[in-house]
């Protein structure tokens, strides 16, 4: 029998069909796909308008989760893709019903287009205290911690951080004046320093540094921003002498949305190590463990992100566009050649740190035009023949170098980081 933690994707015919598997867990955590608004009797969107479609959603999310014996409150992670931003408002009405006290981390973002035409398109990450080593329950009784602090922007509809074994989990933060309750006063740049100064208020709150973060999620308005963005960033990141010895840099993805709450420019969402693990993990198993990140030249490599970084039982990979590695330059051919060199670059960082494209747990797709998606899915499902992660479409205006596709992933990591015992 095995004794180390094993992928294991899980499907229930109580929700829609997907290409992916509507659950794939490892370790403490459980990814699910995202479901759109989809009556699971006719194949086809819910009838009704937003309201209609979101109700279709959470329950969708919810058949899910109960399909492997788990509870919307264990949800530690909700994402939320919209067409409109207007209709945020009714989403969290219909979140209330599903949510009633207890408020996951949250990210709520408008894009430019959702398969299916729909209106909008959730997906969610849960704690899996249970484990996955087979036939070996692990700490079942891990607790789910919550945090606010006054310091940052406080909402009622989110927790701005949600911690469970070796993971926190923050809520997207949009760059608001924790004091005023508005945007901050400027253009993105101040916007960004304003997100920044808010998430590293957030994980001081709960001790934890800047230098924690293993993966970052950057939503901007416009992509012409990006720029001034980055500029901020590197400002923040590395935050410690320690870190800028290393040169350490969180995994990254950049996507571009049709709009955000409170018409900001630009909002970022970090998931976070924790080394301290949650209750009632014992000392000797949860002091210690360090941050692993690496590049290889197979792959293109970035000056403001690590192509993967790993923590504990998970790899985090940034976004991988169609370009040459050596040049940076955007390849020739459509969509279907360029997610095949996306998904060719996420190979050669996954087999560059010892793992293998089976131990692939969520990929995530951004493209700028939905219409393909098939030849995406063909490319899809030719890697992934035998078990298949979570997956996640998304479509965008544009993509930086004016590529087609973007696609990263999340990656189980069975060694662990260090100290292994």
């Given amino acids: 029998m095995s004794v180390n933690n094993e992928v294991l994707a899980r499907n229930t015919e109580l929700a829609p069909k997907i290409l992916g598997s509507h659950t794939v867990a490892f370790s403490h955590y459980n990814n699910l796909s995202a479901q759109l608004p989809i ?25 899910v989760v109960e399909s492997i014996d788990h509870v919307l409150t264990d949800i530690v992670r909700l994402t939320i893709f919209v067409k409109d931003i207007q209709d945020v408002d009714t989403i969290n009405l219909v979140q209330t019903d599903f949510f009633p006290t207890y408020v996951p981390s949250r990210t709520v973002v408008a894009v430019s287009a959702l398969p299916m ?12 205290g249970e484990g996955t080593i087979p036939n070996t ?18 909402s009622a509809m989110s927790t701005q951080t949600v ?70 960033y590197k400002t923040f990141l590395p935050d410690s ?28 969402e970090a998931t ?9 993990q014992a000392i000797e198993d949860r002091h210690g463990l360090i941050i692993e990140h690496s590049n290889t030249d197979k792959a293109p490599k970035c000056a403001y992100s690590s192509q993967t970084v790993a923590f504990s039982h998970y790899n985090h990979i940034s976004g991988q566009l169609p370009v040459d590695a050596s040049t940076g330059d955007l390849v020739a051919g459509a969509v279907k050649e360029q997610a095949q060199l996306a998904f060719e670059h996420i190979q050669a960082i996954i087999e560059s740190v010892d793992h293998v494209m089976a131990d692939v747990v969520k990929i995530n797709v951004y493209m700028t035009d939905l219409n393909e998606m098939t030849a995406v899915e063909e490319v899809f499902s030719a890697i992934f023949a035998e078990t298949k992660p979570a997956l996640r479409f998304v479509g965008v205006s544009e993509l930086p170098k004016g590529a087609s596709v973007q696609i990263d992933a999340t990656v189980g990591n069975a060694e662990g980081t260090p100290p292994v015992v």
Avoid at 117 to 128: E, F, G, Y
Avoid at 181 to 197: D, P, S, T, Y
Avoid at 272 to 280: A, C, I, K, L, Q
């Fill in 137 to 154: 329950p692990q700490a079942g009784d891990l607790v789910k911690l919550t945090n606010n602090t006054y310091n940052a922007p406080v």
């Fill in 272 to 280: 976070v190590s924790h080394g301290d693990g949650t209750p009632p």
């Fill in 117 to 128: 035409d729909a209106k909008v398109q959730m997906d969610a990450i849960i704690s899996n």
């Fill in 39 to 63: 009556d699971v009797s006719s194949g086809q969107l819910v009838e009704g308008g937003i309201k209609e479609q979101a109700q279709q959603c959470f329950q969708n999310l919810k058949t």
């Fill in 163 to 232: 911690a469970f074994s070796h993971y926190n989990n923050v809520t997207a933060q949009l760059p608001i004046d924790p004091k005023t309750g508005r945007l901050a006063i400027g253009g993105v740049k101040e916007q960004a320093q304003q997100f920044l100064k808010t998430i590293k208020v957030v994980l001081e709150s709960i001790d934890v540094p800047l230098d924690d973060v293993v993966k970052m999620t950057v939503y901007v308005t416009n992509l012409a921003d990006l720029d001034v963005v980055n500029e901020v």
């Fill in 241 to 268: 002498g320690i870190a800028r010895a290393v040169n350490y840099l969180p995994a990254r993805t950049v996507v571009p949305v049709a709009a955000l709450e409170m018409g900001a420019l630009v909002q970022m």
